[in-house]
């Protein structure tokens, strides 16, 4: 009898998978589909179904086609991306660094975009120019944490987070005087600092797309090795696991994900912390399934994020993530303690 109860458990187990899963992507295209029809001008689920098709297959666009294809569509598939490459990220540093705590901005990247902007806002520079000079920063950032963590060939772990609180602080302390010195600017970096989809179009698309697909897709290929390294580092060595390298290409990939998306909508919080954890509660923490699930969640996440901030007087994204976010983090502080 126990063993028919057992069979039974691992069947159910086995179905649930595939079953949450299908409602993931069910919750991203409905999030898709939503973000791009809801606005100031609301086109029925049906007719932004009718646009995208036509879209697809080249016909010609009439009425709202142009609305769906050309201003809300690119700032849907703007989110889905950012969104998840912030949770893929978030679900590999804290399994890298096997922190809870730990979230895709944790080396400075976050810092160093914010500085690049502000520098490129306050010298009054073109619009285009600040998102390249963002993630310049942003992975200069990056770039000055490894090297003050590295020991030898090593990058331990405490010396990365500290090293990155450092760099953190210090361009964070230089973005907040350049504000200062450039008062009238101000709003322009604020938003910038609050995480913002509204500028996005399909050439900012296409720019981000590479840095999500590098960066994410050699994550999931990490994805068996940093299930190896939570038995801990001296038993990952012995199952050949090097874990010098998985960890340095695990915080360059990362980096390389998080700053393409920064440097283009800004800084976004919350999501790389909060989505790996809701997966790993419903999934389980193995990051074969945690990191492409996340991907879906996050994505879907951001997107209904930005739906709320653009139909509600919160305006921004950040905004929005920070308050769905800070509950969650304090709830998960509860939780550590309690264990």
Known sequence: ?????????????????????????????????????????????????????????????????????QIRLPRVVMGVLVGASLSVCGGAFQGVFRNPLADPYLLGVASGSALGATIAIVAGWPRTLIPVTALLLALAAVTGTLALAREGRRFPPNRLILAGVVVGSVLSAATTALILRGEDRARQVLAYTLGDLGFSGWPDVLTVLPYAALGGGALLLLARALDTLQLGELTARSLGVPVERLRLITV????????????????????????????????????????????????????????????????????????????????????????
Request: charged share 10%; glycine share 14%; no cysteine.
């Open 252 to 339: 360059v990939a990362a980096s390389v994900a998080t700053a393409g998306a920064v440097a283009y909508v800004g800084v976004i919080g919350f999501v790389g912390l909060i989505v790996p954890h809701v997966v790993r509660l419903m999934f389980g923490p193995g990051h074969r399934t945690l990191l492409p699930l996340s991907a879906l969640l996050g994505g879907a996440l951001l997107v209904y994020a930005d739906l709320l901030a653009r139909t509600t007087p919160l305006s921004q994204v950040g905004i929005v993530t920070t308050l769905l976010g800070g509950p969650f983090f304090l709830w998960l502080l509860r939780r550590q303690v309690s264990e």
């Open 1 to 69: 009898m126990e063993a028919a109860a057992s069979d039974r458990r691992g069947a159910a187990g086995a179905l649930a998978l595939p079953l949450k899963t299908a409602g993931l992507v069910l919750l991203l295209l409905s999030a898709v589909v939503l973000g791009t029809g809801l606005g100031s001008v609301n086109v029925p689920p049906g007719e932004v179904l009718g646009a995208l098709w036509r879209g697809v297959t080249g016909q010609a666009l009439a009425g709202n086609d142009v609305i769906v294809w």
